[in-house]
């Protein structure tokens, strides 16, 4: 294999790692602009939470796992979603990020390889915020599709997203 396709494969690699995305931690936001969830008590067993994640699948299911955590917390089996909003965000400050180009032509071809670094302090580049309203209680469950048994949520949702 000639040095220049060994060049190209090992930078493409590179690349590819570098932007993979990963799940952010399950976490409490030490911020308005960080990811985490943030949750506000309106009544004894009805609360506002939200999550900020990079993606609006992952801050929907943590929105749901911290729902389920603060209904056992709060000594309830399920909680209802009363209301529920997304609100995604673009571009606020570009990050770092990785470019790779290649071009062929009558004068040979070239590989070229540009990396950026973001001095933007580490603000968000993307993100997806999950806004829950829900109501706690204990019994049977009602029968609505947004009512939800706080331990199988629980049980569902950590494992998969790798949450202890």
Not at 54 to 63: I, T, W
Not at 137 to 159: F, H, L, M, S, W
Request: hydrophobic residues 35%; positive net charge; proline residues 3%.
């Amino acid at each position: 294999m000639p040095i220049s396709r060994l060049f190209t494969v090992g930078i493409a690699t590179l690349a590819l790692a570098a932007c993979a995305s990963s799940v952010p931690a399950y976490q409490q936001a030490s911020s308005d602009r960080s990811y985490g969830y943030r949750d506000t008590a309106i009544e004894s067993n009805r609360y506002r939470i939200s999550y900020r994640a990079n993606n609006s699948s992952v801050a929907s299911d943590y929105a749901l796992l911290r729902a389920a955590e603060l209904t056992i917390a709060n000594g309830y089996d399920w909680f209802e979603i009363v209301s529920a909003d997304t609100e995604n965000s673009g571009n606020r400050n570009s990050g770092s990020s990785v470019r790779i180009g290649g071009s062929t032509g009558s004068f040979g071809s070239g590989v070229g390889v540009g990396v950026g670094i973001g001095l933007g302090g580490g603000q968000i580049s993307s993100s997806s915020v999950r806004i829950l309203e829900i109501v706690m209680g204990n019994g049977e469950k009602p029968a609505t599709p947004n009512a939800y048994d706080a331990r199988t949520v629980q049980q569902n949702i950590r494992p998969r997203m790798n949450v202890r």
